[in-house]
Nanobody
Framework: QVQLVESGGGSVQAGGSLRLSCTTS????????MGWFRQGPGKEREGVSC????????HYQDSAKGRFTISRDNAKNTVYLQMNNLEPGDTAVYYC????????????????????WGQGTQVTVSS
């Protein structure tokens, strides 16, 4: 059974940076689109950024464009989210997700069909 394990969350001041990592088990990593979602206080979970299996296709939520960068290392079964210039509005629990969608945007907009999620990592940005 595939498992997703996130790390890298924490507390920073506005303008700071964090890098989230999500490592998966199993040998099908490179065939899955991977994504980062978040759920802020009192909000629904939303797709932040996703990347296709090869890394050729990426998708960003408008609020993440220019500040966040998603990448993956298929040799390490790991996907990353580099978050720069963080804002208090980025405060949320961040979840890693995976699915066999070909296009990154599909994962971000539809979510994982088999509900394959990590346990989440907290990101807190103070003003």
């Amino acid at each position: 059974q595939v498992q997703l394990v996130e790390s890298g969350g924490g507390s920073v001041q506005a303008g700071g940076s964090l890098r989230l990592s999500c490592t998966t088990s199993g040998d099908t990593f490179s065939t899955r689109s991977m994504g980062w979602f978040r759920q802020g206080p009192g909000k629904e979970r939303e797709g932040v950024s996703c990347i296709s299996g090869s890394g050729a296709s990426t998708h960003y939520q408008d609020s993440a464009k220019g500040r966040f960068t998603i990448s993956r290392d298929n040799a390490k079964n790991t996907v990353y989210l580099q978050m720069n210039n963080l804002e208090p509005g980025d405060t949320a629990v961040y979840y890693c997700a995976a699915d066999y969608y070909t296009a990154a945007q599909e994962l971000c907009t539809k979510g994982p069909r088999d509900e394959l999620w990590g346990q989440g990592t907290q990101v807190t940005v103070s003003s």
